[in-house]
């Protein structure tokens, strides 16, 4: 940091050299009587570079709710959405995925998880108008190997499923060319993808989505109930840099998650139960993990199967058996509702 | 501002170097700043910061003066604060169980922390409350404007929107029933897009950000004065990763709910704080304790807990200094923060009375 940028005191200026303080975090991380303390200022003088370094650090930062509702231009972030392709669904999500934050994607095993990721993979390569980023996507995969076939078929079938957009725009694009698979199966490989891969691939505005799948698969086997803390803080670590990295490049992050039985939480006590948004009584699972990640968490969506005892209504009836809902269970802008959808060929499809 | 550079007290020299160079105004100088003045009048650095910290200090010492001379100490007696504590606003929830448990609302120049699991309706509170603020005298309102500081990204400005709009159809609702001038005076400065002009919105990605955001809180609200409400949404994110030395977190942590503090006294805001949950271990069996540890239990001065009750959201009274525990549910509707509504429902038109906090019981669409 150089400190003649700031209009700081020459005196001031001095006295950081010689205490060797180098970054704006430095100065941040010690309180007004430290600063008075280590470099010999007086208390108006460490009162005054606070100031300084804060206010170089935060200039222009204010906006007003105004101009973030009204300057659709500046503020993507806050009117756009990632659609998935299919309208009933974007109703239900008032759009799509929000650009910014972490959404989760938890369900029972083949409740349509993969299905609905590599639907997104898809739909971000679109142009703008028709719901997309202009951009590519990158797919961790954690426990399983990438479904390519699946995705060869759901590239092929892509005219059928977005009617909505022309043909030619559609031949345009080169959807498998745009989809980076990465493998993840531990921790520090992961850890490394994150920083490293994932990170390189933001930069250079290659990919403008990140897939995680799934999240749990990553903490199955590793810990143990003893080392809760350590897989607590990584956890942590791998929130947060997830978060940010969604932060500086405007990028939807979608992680998928698993989903544990109730039965299991006899160990934990009710609080568990307590603590896990939206969960019915009857509704038999809860989002693997723990609050230490849903903490992490912008929006939760919850996928499950509809078993034929439960079907809604007359309409469901017409698609046999492989009816499955898809449940807002906490988001800041929606209220908690559901949607039914099936898995065809071309890809997910919601019924009204 | 425009005090002429003759009147400020600087040396003789100086000031003739002053003149020749045309400065003739204390905001002029101001303006320049100090690189800019130190080369137009040939002095050091040094001088030239020394000579624009006297302009400042004069400078606030007129406006002090004509203000009544703010932040000097003053001596009261016991009485004197409670009746100026009686007299103190509150800023509504549009919750009437929740107003009511808090002994009238969020009161201002206190700390209220709000704590919960994701997804349990803090940050709705939170724009609930900005909103709140900003409702005009005439309905039992304060009047002020908000300061949103958001550290997880989770504001959605859309949401606000249909918050405002709602709080802006009640109030006309209101008025319209009591037919009295300065209602429908008000109302015309109350309004969607004014609501949403007075919420000062910060985004601060780390903990770094928020500190120095925090550093440049007292100016800002001095500026705004109008502000009646800080919201910082959640303060637990930047502080629960990237601090191997957990001393430098509570250092860190004491030192804000101290700027805090002095904020909510000085300026008479309310600041609300949204914190996280975190599992704490026990012998037998393991519970959900608010986050950042147990020293940072004594920021806040009023402590609300929000959990569920199966499907239904409760809010609990852990901490406050004057009223008794207690606990209630509420509801988010999609017009924002509220009560759940009794299975019987009068329908309870706008009664003849003035207090706006017996709302009329509507049915909520969901």
């Known amino acids: 940091m150089d400190w003649e940028q700031l209009e700081l005191n020459p005196r001031v200026v001095a006295a950081l050299r010689k205490a060797d303080i180098k970054s704006i975090k430095e100065v941040l991380n010690l309180s007004g009587a430290d600063l008075q303390r280590l470099m010999k200022l007086s208390s108006a003088d460490a009162e005054c570079l606070l100031k300084t370094v804060s206010h170089w650090l935060r200039r222009n930062c204010m906006l007003t709710a105004l101009q973030l509702y009204q300057d659709k231009d500046h503020f993507a972030s806050q009117h756009q959405k990632l659609s998935l392709g299919c309208s009933v669904l974007d109703n239900l999500l008032k759009g799509g995925i929000p650009l910014v934050g972490i959404t989760e994607l938890a369900g029972e095993s083949s409740a349509g998880k993969t299905q609905i990721s590599l639907q997104l993979c898809l739909c971000v390569q679109y142009p703008y108008k028709y719901g997309g980023l202009e951009s590519g996507a990158v797919y961790v995969c954690t426990e399983d190997a990438f479904p390519s076939k699946r995705l ?83 956890l942590q670590m791998f929130g947060a840099q997830l978060h940010s990295l969604s932060t500086r490049f405007s990028t939807p992050v979608v992680c998928i998650n698993q989903v544990w039985h109730q039965k299991c939480f006899s160990l934990y006590g009710d609080h568990f139960i307590s603590c896990c948004v939206g969960v019915s009584v009857d509704n038999k699972v809860t989002p693997a993990l723990g609050i230490t990640w849903a903490n992490h968490l912008l929006m939760r969506l919850m996928v499950s199967r509809v078993s034929q005892r439960d079907q809604l209504s007359g309409a469901v009836f017409h698609h046999t058996g492989n009816v499955r809902t898809l449940r807002v269970a906490f988001a800041p802008h929606l209220p908690p509702s559901f949607c039914c959808y099936t898995v065809e060929l071309e890809g997910v499809k919601g019924i009204k | 501002m425009q005090r002429a550079v003759g009147s400020l007290p600087l040396g003789p020299a100086l000031r003739a170097r002053l003149a020749a160079a045309g400065f003739q105004t204390a905001q002029e100088l101001l303006d320049t700043g100090p690189c800019g003045l130190s080369r137009e009048i040939g002095i050091s650095k040094e001088e030239a910061l020394e000579t624009l910290q006297v302009v400042r200090q004069e400078c606030s010492g007129d406006a002090a003066r004509t203000a009544g001379g703010a932040g000097t100490t003053r001596k009261c007696t016991a009485l004197e604060l409670l009746e100026e504590e009686q007299a103190q606003g509150f800023i509504i929830t549009f919750c009437s169980a929740l107003d009511n448990i808090l002994g009238g609302g969020v009161q201002l120049t206190k700390i209220t922390e709000v704590c919960g699991a994701p997804g349990v309706g803090k940050t709705q509170l939170c724009m609930q409350l900005a909103v709140d603020v900003q409702i005009p005298e005439c309905f039992g309102g304060v009047c002020g404007e908000a300061v949103f500081i958001d550290t997880e990204g989770s504001f959605m400005v859309d949401r606000v929107a249909d918050i405002a709009a709602a709080c802006v159809q009640h109030c006309q609702l209101i008025a319209e029933a009591h037919q009295e001038e300065d209602h429908q005076k008000a109302l015309e400065t109350f309004s969607l897009e004014s609501i949403l002009s007075h919420i000062y919105y910060f985004r601060c990605r780390d903990y770094i950000e928020l500190l120095a955001q925090v550093y440049l809180l007292p100016d800002f609200l001095s500026e705004h004065s109008k502000v009646r409400l800080v919201v910082i949404d959640g303060i637990a994110f930047p502080f629960r990763h990237d601090f191997e030395d957990l001393s430098l977190r509570t250092r860190l942590l004491n030192g804000l709910a101290q700027q805090l503090i002095i904020i909510a006294n000085d300026h008479k805001s309310a600041v609300v704080l949204t914190n996280q949950m975190t599992t704490r271990i026990g012998q037998s069996q393991s519970t959900l304790v608010p986050a950042l540890g147990e020293s940072w239990g004594h920021a806040a001065t009023v402590r609300l807990i929000f959990h569920w009750d199966k499907s239904q959201r409760l809010a609990t009274l852990y901490k406050s200094p004057s009223q008794k525990e207690s606990t209630i549910p509420y509801t988010i509707t999609p017009h924002g923060f509220r009560d759940v509504q009794p299975p019987a429902v009068t329908q309870n038109t706008e009664s003849t009375e003035m207090n706006p906090r017996k709302r009329p019981r509507r049915e909520e669409e969901k």
């Open chain 1, 152 to 234: 060869q078929q759901l590239i092929d079938q892509q005219h059928k499923l977005r009617a909505d957009v022309p043909p030619e725009v559609i031949q345009k694009i080169r959807f498998g060319n745009n989809i980076f698979v990465e493998h993840a199966a531990d921790l520090d490989t992961f850890h490394n993808c994150i920083t490293k891969r994932i990170s390189l691939l933001l930069k250079r505005g290659m990919v403008r989505l990140v897939v995680i799948d799934s999240i749990a698969a990553l903490f199955r086997c590793e810990f143990g109930a003893s080392d809760s803390v350590l897989k607590a803080q990584y």
